[in-house]
């Protein structure tokens, strides 16, 4: 196998291409299931100054995206250190 297809949470898509890479296989990513998409950044910053400020008040929903970012990022520094790359 010289090339793949990788379907992954776009969340995913940067570690996961680096181990495909790692092993010596070509990787087309197609990422999936994006959390932030353009028109919800846009709706954050465009809104009244109440609505941008209703925006910082913290969620669980938006407590759950950060810790999974944050396992996302230490995963990718852990693999990183032990040279996984």
């Known amino acids: 196998m010289e ?3 990788l ?3 776009a969340a995913h898509m ?3 291409v680096r181990l495909f890479e790692a092993q ?3 990787v087309v ?3 999936t299931d994006y ?3 353009e028109a919800g950044w846009q709706a954050l910053w465009d809104g009244s100054l109440e609505a941008q400020i209703l925006g910082l008040v913290p969620s669980a929903s938006n407590l759950a995206i950060t810790t999974s970012m944050m396992k996302e990022y230490i995963g ?3 693999y990183s250190l032990k040279g996984w790359k």
Do not use: A, D, K, W
């Open 3 to 5: 090339r793949i297809y």
């Open 14 to 16: 940067p570690r996961s």
């Open 35 to 37: 959390i932030v998409t």
């Open 76 to 78: 990718t520094g852990i």
């Open 24 to 26: 010596g296989i070509e």
């Open 29 to 31: 990513p197609l990422p």
């Open 7 to 9: 379907v992954t949470s």
